[in-house]
Nanobody
Framework: QVHLVESGGGLVQAGGSLRLSCAAS????????MSWYRQVPGKQRELAATITSGGITNYADSVKGRFTISRDNAKNTVALQMNSLKPEDTAVYYC????????????????WGQGTQVTVSS
């Protein structure tokens, strides 16, 4: 069984900071990419940031310069440091990991965390 567990959401004032963390556990061979998505009720889930196992990052234009994604490959964790938060950043944030479970089957499957609420007040 593989699990992704997120933590670090909460309520913050505009201009403040939050740090989200996500840990993948279980029988995992490798994690090519780890990502953070966010979703507002009534809207599609959107990519906020992604990072490869080699450290290559990509950000949505809406968070570029304010959010920083990082990962610890040894611990199978990914973090999202969110600075200069805006009310429009309010959403449920989801961790997603592309996992390869076995070297005998080198295909990555997407796993999602349960989501953590981030609320930014104006």
């Amino acid at each position: 069984q593989v699990h992704l567990v997120e933590s670090g959401g909460g309520l913050v004032q505009a201009g403040g900071s939050l740090r989200l963390s996500c840990a993948a556990s279980g029988s995992i061979f490798s994690i090519p990419t780890m990502s953070w998505y966010r979703q507002v009720p009534g809207k599609q889930r959107e990519l906020a940031a992604t990072i490869t196992s080699g450290g290559i990052t990509n950000y949505a234009d809406s968070v570029k310069g304010r959010f920083t994604i990082s990962r610890d490959n040894a611990k199978n964790t990914v973090a999202l440091q969110m600075n200069s938060l805006k009310p429009e950043d309010t959403a449920v944030y989801y961790c997603k990991a592309a996992l390869v479970l076995s070297p005998r089957h080198m295909v990555a499957y997407d796993y999602w965390g349960q989501g953590t609420q981030v609320t930014v007040s104006s």
